[in-house]
């Protein structure tokens, strides 16, 4: 069993970035600006029986935000569960937090999702989120949290060890965030 990087309320929390170019800004735009209709006959037609009938119950009305992850972080992504936090990043702020619904393996749903370039599309991971936000919190705010050192730009999909996950979770006020409206 692997060790857990659960924070104090038993979440994982990721930092993630998602921002950084004209494809991850226009992905943004398709799956984080505005939410998906999982049930459309193109996208549902690359998805399992499981995973549909996990985002149907993480997501009863049909519809969710979605971002992913490529292979090289199979292994992080394997660990993400309901609940978990994930932090999107670009433009040195975290400019969205976002609590993780389903976690699935799909690299045809990813493809449908985003319509990238044949030669760019990477992404095996997907992940619905049952609460986003977007925010604009600068890095110097994360900086300042204990275990977090000035300069980090918080490259690659990164999973916090539990002390730092409890000092994203504390610090930023992330389950107060995520629940207003």
């Not at 049909?62 to 292979?71: H, P």
């Not at 993400?80 to 702020?93: E, S």
């Amino acid at each position: 069993m692997p060790i857990s990087a659960a924070g104090v309320d038993g979440a994982r929390v990721v930092i993630q970035p998602s921002f950084g170019n004209r494809h991850a800004r226009r992905h943004w735009a398709d799956t984080l600006d505005t939410c998906v209709d999982f049930h459309a006959p193109r996208l549902a037609g690359a998805l399992t029986e499981q995973q549909r009938a996990a985002l149907d119950e993480q997501h009863p009305a049909g519809s969710a935000w979605f971002w992913g992850a490529s292979d090289k972080h199979d292994k992080r992504a394997d660990l993400l569960t309901a609940g978990d936090v994930v932090l999107l990043t670009g433009q040195k702020h975290v400019l969205a937090i976002g609590e993780v619904g389903h976690c699935f393996r799909n690299h045809e749903f990813a493809r449908r999702l985003w319509r990238p370039d044949p030669t760019r599309c990477l992404w095996s991971n997907v992940y619905s989120f049952r609460a986003l936000r977007h925010t604009r919190i600068p890095y110097e705010q994360v900086w300042a949290l204990p275990g977090f050192n000035p300069g980090d730009n918080f490259m690659g999909l990164r999973l916090l060890s539990p002390d730092k996950a409890a000092a994203v979770l504390a610090g930023l006020d992330v389950r107060r965030r995520l629940r207003e409206r």
